[in-house]
T-cell receptor, first 115, second 115 residues
Framework: GAGVSQSPSNKVTEKGKDVELRCDPI?????LYWYRQRLGQGLEFLIY????????KSGLPSDRFSAERTGESVSTLTIQRTQQEDSAVYLC?????????????FGSGTQLSVL | AQKITQTQPGMFVQEKEAVTLDCTYD???????LFWYKQPSSGEMIFLIY??????QNATEGRYSLNFQKARKSANLVISASQLGDSAMYFC????????????FGTGTSLTVIP
């Protein structure tokens, strides 16, 4: 596709359930980021993938959060045993090389609501 | 300390007027990039403009310009001739050469253009 695609666009789940969020980056983009945006807040960095290098997981808030990416393709963000505080929009972004001046291309996000 | 500070949670501007959105940043890295993104109600983040720390001139992209004052560590976005479609959230972001991977985002400014 032409842009970054995220699915689902909306997810409502019960506290304690696991959820999986998907991101399809722009073809050819080696760098992929996950961000969390709570209501009225800025973007909170979660994790970064660059090609086949080890991911930068420094932003993951707890061990309930994990993400995977195979090569330069799709990434999945998994949240286990969801809590109400996990409710937020989860944004995925990609860029060509991850260089200093490389701009990010964002998806439309997944709105996660934990009841 | 906050890496990016946006002190204006909400701004109003009359259609066709110019508006300045404030952004200050904090870094000790001499090499960094500054970005502005627009987030309309649809949720997608749209890249607007980039300024490198070594760039001698202020960046411009159409109706967007960046008022870069390095000594004051400010990178204000100026939107000229505001249009109704400019109503959105605007985020300032920074990427440091040293930290490499992370884009630091501010909390955003909500801009409303009044007809």
């Amino acid at each position: 596709g032409a842009g970054v695609s995220q699915s689902p666009s909306n997810k409502v789940t019960e506290k304690g359930k696991d959820v999986e969020l998907r991101c399809d980056p722009i073809s050819g983009h080696t760098a992929l980021y996950w961000y969390r945006q709570r209501l009225g807040q800025g973007l909170e960095f979660l994790i970064y993938f660059q090609g086949n290098s080890a991911p930068d997981k420094s932003g993951l808030p707890s061990d309930r959060f994990s993400a995977e990416r195979t090569g330069e393709s799709v990434s999945t963000l998994t949240i286990q045993r969801t809590q109400q505080e996990d409710s937020a929009v989860y944004l995925c972004a990609s860029s060509r090389t991850g260089g200093k001046i490389e701009k990010l291309f964002f998806g439309s996000g997944t709105q996660l609501s934990v009841l | 300390a906050q890496k990016i500070t946006q002190t204006q949670p909400g701004m109003f501007v009359q259609e066709k007027e110019a508006v300045t959105l404030d952004c200050t940043y904090d870094t000790s890295d001499p090499s960094y990039g500054l970005f502005w993104y627009k987030q309309p109600s649809s949720g997608e983040m749209i890249f607007l403009i980039y300024q490198g720390s070594y760039d001698q001139q202020n960046a411009t992209e159409g109706r967007y310009s960046l008022n870069f004052q390095k000594a004051r560590k400010s990178a204000n976005l100026v939107i000229s001739a505001s249009q109704l479609g400019d109503s959105a959230m605007y985020f300032c972001a920074m990427r440091e050469r040293g930290t490499g991977n992370q884009f630091y985002f501010g909390t955003g400014t909500s801009l409303t253009v009044i007809p």
